[in-house]
């Protein structure tokens, strides 16, 4: 690929969705183009599985590139099949002809005359053809997971044939996967569901969320289900679709629930405490059966490390507490109030300067001059004078701004103090970060760090919470 120099660049721009397709035909395509220019105006670009209906503008690094040379004032042409290569997206389309017009960048679709449309200066109707576009592409998504639904590249438990694509069961696993559909079966509470998902799981080989999915893919009843009831004929089911839809009546709430639970318990992971003797940050691991969550450090070279999210949450929650009734507005208001005070006296002092100098200049215009038939607009006193009255009044607005001032951080600290009180409940984990420096667990007790400011009043040193503190 050819260096980028000062000299405003034909970028060939190609794009392929997977790694498997072909970029020939493209390449084909803009020849006659690259024929006409030497080497030295060439820049090719080429994009090489990525998918624009699946990614963003952000998530492709070579439409990243081609972007920031056209800000550069580096493109002089872009040269692409059809609009499909830069873009599916339509607003992203949008953006794209806007910026390519504002930088006067042609675009040239080296497939026209095979259906596709030039690039156009209307707005208008490159704003149609980017629709079209967007529509293509959703449609093409819309195709290729309704293929990957009825023809998986892969489906656990089943060994696809090439040459007829039908799908039949793997030898190595079917038993297991027998097994696993009999035993959901079987299933009549939540706690049934993880008995068997954690027996599974060794069995199989397969996470939590993959046990689920398999229980809920209709696949593995020889049907698809996303639109209406169509029979998959080259699929060997392992259980019939009565039994499959059976099983979702009487568990799906169960499976919904399962998911959900681990979900939830994954979020709560919302504090970063270490470890008190090897200074290592804790591991965050989860008990789903229980519905419980907690921290521990996985060295063997010094005590047992480990705490409960549930307590660790409680005993945060009340030093946050410890933190915010110890919060002195009152001192944050009184400072507040010496600040204006003392900017005030002195711009006050500042005004009597300019007062007196007034007086001066108005006593030697008036005494002092005997031709009063000049123009005594033109007296460079007279402009001095003009200047001082107005540094005094800019004084005296600049008092009113302080006054406001201090009015309005008079009801900022108010609002202040209550958000904290809120926050306490609503985003603890937010005030942590905002107020506690470091947590470090011991084997019996742990370590709090709590960021000194000014306006926290005297807190004990050490707190102690009992076991009913934080049941």
């Not at 000062?6 to 390449?27: L, P, W, Y």
């Not at 509470?189 to 996470?207: A, G, H, I, M, W």
């Not at 009340?318 to 900017?343: H, V, W």
């Amino acid at each position: 690929m050819n260096a980028i120099n000062s000299q405003k660049k034909h970028v060939f721009f190609r794009r392929v969705s997977t790694a498997g397709q072909d970029i020939i035909t493209q390449e084909a395509a803009d020849l006659p183009f690259r024929e006409k220019l030497s080497d030295d105006e060439i820049l090719i670009i080429n994009e090489i599985a990525t998918s624009a209906n699946k990614k963003a503008i952000k998530e492709r690094p070579e439409m990243q590139r081609l972007i920031s040379l056209v800000k550069d004032k580096k493109v002089h042409s872009i040269y692409a099949f059809d609009r499909s290569r830069l873009f599916r997206d339509f607003y992203e389309g949008m953006e794209f002809n806007d910026l390519r017009a504002k930088y006067d960048v042609q675009v040239i679709y080296t497939s026209v005359g095979n259906g596709n449309m030039p690039a156009s200066d209307d707005v208008f109707v490159e704003g149609l053809l980017s629709m079209f576009s967007d529509i293509e592409g959703k449609n093409i998504a819309r195709r290729s997971r309704e293929a990957r639904l009825r023809y998986p590249a892969k489906k656990f438990g089943y060994q696809k044939q090439k040459e007829t694509k039908r799908f039949l069961h793997d030898s190595s696993k079917s038993k297991g996967v027998q097994q696993y559909f009999a035993a959901l079966k079987e299933i009549s509470s939540l706690d049934d569901l993880y008995k068997v998902t954690k027996e599974y799981r060794k069995k199989l080989k397969k996470t939590d969320e993959q046990l689920v999915s398999m229980a809920t893919d209709p696949f593995y009843a020889g049907y698809d289900l996303e639109k209406g009831t169509n029979k998959l004929q080259h699929v060997t089911p392992y259980i019939s679709i009565e039994e499959f839809l059976q099983l979702q009546r009487v568990n799906g709430e169960f499976f919904k629930a399962f998911l959900e639970r681990k979900k939830s318990l994954m979020c709560q992971n919302i504090y970063t405490p270490c470890c008190g003797y090897c200074r290592k940050p804790l591991f965050y691991k989860i008990e789903e059966e229980s519905n419980s969550s907690y921290y521990s450090c996985s060295s063997k070279l010094h005590p047992k490390v480990t705490v409960s999210f549930s307590d660790l949450s409680k005993i945060i929650g009340g030093i946050l507490s410890e933190i915010i009734q110890n919060f002195n507005a009152e001192k944050l208001i009184n400072q507040s109030i010496n600040c204006y005070r003392t900017i005030k006296k002195h711009l006050e002092a500042e005004m009597d300067s300019i007062d007196q100098n007034l007086n001066g200049i108005i006593e030697e215009l008036v005494l002092g001059s005997d031709d009063y038939s000049a123009d005594w607009k033109q007296d460079p006193m007279y402009k001095r004078k003009q200047l001082l009255k107005q540094e005094y009044h800019n004084c005296l607005e600049q008092i009113k701004e302080n006054q406001n001032a201090l009015q309005k951080n008079k009801s900022v600290i108010k609002v202040i103090e209550e958000a904290l009180i809120n926050q306490s409940n609503m985003n603890p984990s937010m005030l942590c970060d905002m107020l506690i420096n470091g947590i470090w667990i011991y084997g019996d007790n742990l370590q709090v760090d709590v960021f000194y400011f000014d306006y926290l009043q005297e807190m004990e040193k050490e707190m102690i919470f009992e076991g009913e503190d934080i049941a």
